[in-house]
């Protein structure tokens, strides 16, 4: 059974930085594209960035372009994504996830294997 497990999540100022961490088991991760999503109160999952399965295209959305960077580590089956200048507009739980098939797009949909998630609040 495929397992993911986030960590990282804090609470940090504005302006402040922190990184994410994902963990994946049991899957065949450098076959794989993975990805960032989130999820503020109230509002729906949506997309942050995600990753082709050797690095070579990276996907981030608007909001986050220019403050975050996803990466990957396949010899550690680890995907991370490190955030930088961070508002309270970035305030919400963060899921790390895969997908089942090799060819998907980006988005929240195209993606079966979600772990719990991880905490990031943002104070002003």
């Known amino acids: 059974q495929v397992h993911v497990a986030e960590s990282g999540g804090d609470l940090v100022q504005e302006g402040g930085s922190l990184r994410l961490s994902c963990t994946v088991s049991?899957?065949?991760?450098?076959?794989?594209?993975m990805g960032w999503f989130r999820q503020a109160p109230g509002k729906e999952r949506e997309v942050v960035s995600c990753?082709?399965?050797?690095?070579?295209?990276?996907i981030y959305a608007d909001s986050v372009k220019g403050r975050f960077t996803i990466s990957r580590d396949n010899g550690k089956n680890t995907l991370y994504l490190q955030m930088s200048s961070l508002n309270s507009e970035d305030t919400a739980i963060y899921y790390c996830?895969?997908?089942?098939?090799?060819?998907?797009?980006?988005?929240?949909?195209?993606?079966?294997?979600w772990g719990q998630g991880t905490q990031v609040a943002v104070s002003s």
């Open positions: 996830a895969a997908p089942n098939k090799l060819d998907v797009r980006c988005g929240v949909d195209d993606f079966v294997y």
């Open positions: 990753i082709s399965y050797d690095s070579g295209s990276t």
């Open positions: 049991e899957l065949p991760f450098d076959d794989y594209s």
